[in-house]
């Protein structure tokens, strides 16, 4: 019988919080609402946790009960004619894709990581580089499985008319647990990708580009030297790619022919390094230019084989900024956001500039909208990254846009409740047996 025990220290994938919790790994979606209550009756608030691929605090609940899904990671069934995949929670993408490729289908929305569960994807109701074709994965979600503290299962599908479906897309966790999924997949005709990668002089670049690919490729996005300045503010490369219509049917092990080498031993995490870094991987892509094909992996995750790459930032950790604006500001706003890191010298080579599409989530509190995301790591150097941070929160908040919780640690609740006027409609759903670092924060009158 799986029971909680205590954790000294849990933390999420950023790692500037570390704290104590009572964990429990079911292995049986048949033991989640015992489970539940005994948590409950030993007076545990409760959080479901995934792979905690998460940088801030929205997967921890410190003190708290947390129920580690990844256990629960069966397949339950595929069907080719619907094309519509059930799986248990805790079942991670890789897992998933190592199935579904060779049988002619692929996910129809993915993160910048294959190693995030769909419980977890779902309560943050990711987007990838396709959002401007098919939104985030919520759009995606045909049913789910919830348990809810009182220990009763729900069935929710997207015409749910008590709009807790809605606010379990993108509701990190505190409507309950997502016990199941069932998503519609796309067919693929084969497991290659013909990419092609540009390099562009500053962000007005960037902009024309992403204008001029949206139409014709199904995956965009960029990499910045977010150190740049002056004429080349906002330098980088542009990637852009579609799902070739010939080629294997099998799946890369992960060779790589796109990846970004941040592995190098000892780097220090300093404007020096990481500006030499930048101009080594911008001419690195400028040679480098043009039409490839390339397998799914390096693609879409090149991050991945570089195992865990967070350690790389020490100790202390390292936040993780992300933001959108709205189209009508976004060419200012970026340029300002930009100048601001630039003139800092914080930043790293990990920095990504995307523009969003138009596709509505059902989610009340899904994080894109319309306009330009960037997203960038800052090692934590405690009180110069947060003034930096708060900066950049100005100009978000002066254009209309918002942050991502689930990069963020440390955002205010004035930020946030700005950021999601829908916050209050969803705080209606959520399940007082659960919480987490981040609501507690944010949700404070
Ligand atoms: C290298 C890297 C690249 C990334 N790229 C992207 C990107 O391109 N786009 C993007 O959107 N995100 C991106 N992310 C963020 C990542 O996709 C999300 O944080 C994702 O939700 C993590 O899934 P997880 O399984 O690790 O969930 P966790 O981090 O463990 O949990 C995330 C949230 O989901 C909740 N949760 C987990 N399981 C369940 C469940 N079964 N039921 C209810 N709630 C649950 C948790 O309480 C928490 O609030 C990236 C992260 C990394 C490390």
């Known amino acids: 019988m799986t029971r909680f025990s205590a954790s000294k220290s849990v933390r999420s994938w950023g790692g500037v919080l570390q704290a104590p919790h009572n964990v429990a790994r079911p292995g049986w979606r048949s033991e989640l609402q015992r489970l539940v209550l005994s948590?409950?009756?030993?007076g545990y608030v409760l959080l479901a946790s995934g792979l905690r691929r998460s940088y801030g605090d929205s997967g921890l609940n410190p003190e708290g009960g947390l129920i580690d899904m990844t256990g629960l990671d069966r397949m339950i069934a595929l069907d080719p004619a619907s094309r519509l995949m059930r799986v248990e929670a805790g079942t991670s993408f890789d897992a998933i894709l190592k199935v579904i490729v060779r049988q002619g289908f692929f996910l129809p929305?993915?993160?910048?990581?294959?190693?995030?569960?769909?419980g977890g994807a779902i309560a943050n109701d990711v987007h990838g580089k396709n959002h401007h074709r098919h939104g985030t994965i919520g759009c995606w979600v045909r049913r789910l499985g919830l348990v809810r503290s009182?220990?009763?299962e729900l069935e929710l599908t997207p015409d749910d008319a008590s709009g807790l479906f809605q606010a379990t897309i993108g509701g990190l966790g505190l409507t309950g647990i997502i016990t199941w999924a069932e998503i519609e997949l796309i067919p693929i005709q084969s497991a290659m990708i013909d990419a092609e990668n540009i390099p562009f002089g500053d962000v007005d670049e960037f902009f024309s580009?992403?204008?001029?690919?949206?139409?014709?490729?199904?995956?965009?996005?960029?990499?910045?030297?977010?150190?740049?300045?002056?004429?080349?503010?906002?330098?980088?490369?542009?990637?852009?790619?579609?799902?070739?219509?010939?080629?294997s049917p099998l799946p890369d092990k992960g060779n790589t022919r796109l990846t970004m080498p941040v592995s190098l031993p000892g780097l220090?995490?300093?404007?020096?390094?990481?500006?030499?870094?930048?101009?080594l991987y911008f001419w690195n892509g400028q040679r480098k230019s043009g039409p490839l094909r390339t397998g799914l992996h390096p693609f879409f995750y090149p991050l991945?084989?570089?195992g865990r790459w967070n350690r790389m930032y020490g100790r202390k950790g390292m936040y993780q900024y992300q933001s959108v604006v709205p189209p009508a500001v976004q060419k200012d706003a970026?340029?300002?956001?930009?100048?601001?890191?630039?003139?800092?010298?914080?930043?790293?080579?990990?920095a990504v500039l995307k523009t969003f599409g138009h596709v509505p989530s059902p989610g009340?509190?899904?994080?894109?909208s319309p306009g330009t995301t960037l997203a960038l790591d800052f090692p934590n150097h405690g009180d110069v990254t947060l003034k930096l941070m708060a900066r950049l929160d100005a100009i978000v908040r002066e254009a209309g846009g918002r942050l991502y919780p689930a990069k963020d640690g440390r955002m205010s609740a004035e930020m946030f409740q700005a950021g999601y006027p829908a916050w209050q409609d969803f705080a209606k759903h959520v399940d007082a047996g659960f919480n987490s670092h981040f609501w507690k924060r944010v949700s404070q009158a």
């Open 209 to 247: 580009l992403a204008t001029e690919s949206e139409d014709d490729y199904d995956y965009t996005v960029s990499w910045i030297d977010c150190l740049s300045s002056g004429e080349r503010l906002g330098r980088g490369i542009f990637t852009r790619g579609n799902h070739a219509s010939t080629g």
């Open 150 to 152: 009182d220990g009763q």
């Open 304 to 306: 991945d084989s570089i």
């Open 268 to 279: 220090a995490m300093n404007r020096y390094s990481i500006s030499a870094f930048n101009a």
């Open 364 to 368: 009340l509190l899904s994080f894109p």
């Open 39 to 42: 948590g409950r009756q030993e």
């Open 334 to 350: 970026t340029r300002d956001m930009l100048k601001a890191i630039s003139a800092s010298g914080q930043g790293s080579f990990l």
């Open 109 to 118: 929305v993915t993160p910048g990581t294959r190693f995030v569960t769909v």
